[in-house]
């Protein structure tokens, strides 16, 4: 099995910086494409980055030039450094993983942007 932990979240002020991670252990063989995914209540789960496994990235439109997702290998972790962080950032935040054509979900980690 495959089990994922997600650490970072917290309450920040408009305008102040949070960095989540998820650390993925148990059966991985090759991790290839990581990613952030958010839920706000009321609303559907959206992805919010991507990184392949060549450090190809994607971004949500919403969060370009303000969070910044990075992968260290060595570690099976993905990062997501979010700056500049606005109150409609305010979601639980999800990290997934693709092993062999299989995805795996952290348990969630709450981002609460409020003064």
């Known amino acids: 099995q495959v089990q994922l932990v997600e650490s970072g979240g917290g309450l920040v002020q408009p305008g102040g910086s949070l960095r989540l991670s998820c650390a993925a252990s148990?059966?991985?063989?090759?991790?290839?494409?990581m990613g952030w995914y958010r839920q706000a209540p009321g609303k559907l789960r959206e992805l919010v980055a991507a990184?392949?496994?060549?450090?190809?990235?994607n971004y949500a439109d919403s969060v370009k030039g303000r969070f910044t997702i990075s992968r260290d290998n060595a570690k099976n972790t993905v990062y997501l450094q979010m700056n500049s962080l606005k109150p409609e950032d305010t979601a639980v935040y999800y990290c997934?993983?693709?092993?062999?054509?299989?995805?795996?979900w952290g348990q969630g980690t709450q981002v609460t942007v409020s003064s």
């Open positions: 990184i392949t496994n060549g450090d190809k990235t």
């Open positions: 997934k993983i693709v092993v062999r054509a299989t995805y795996y």
């Open positions: 148990g059966n991985i063989f090759s991790i290839s494409t």
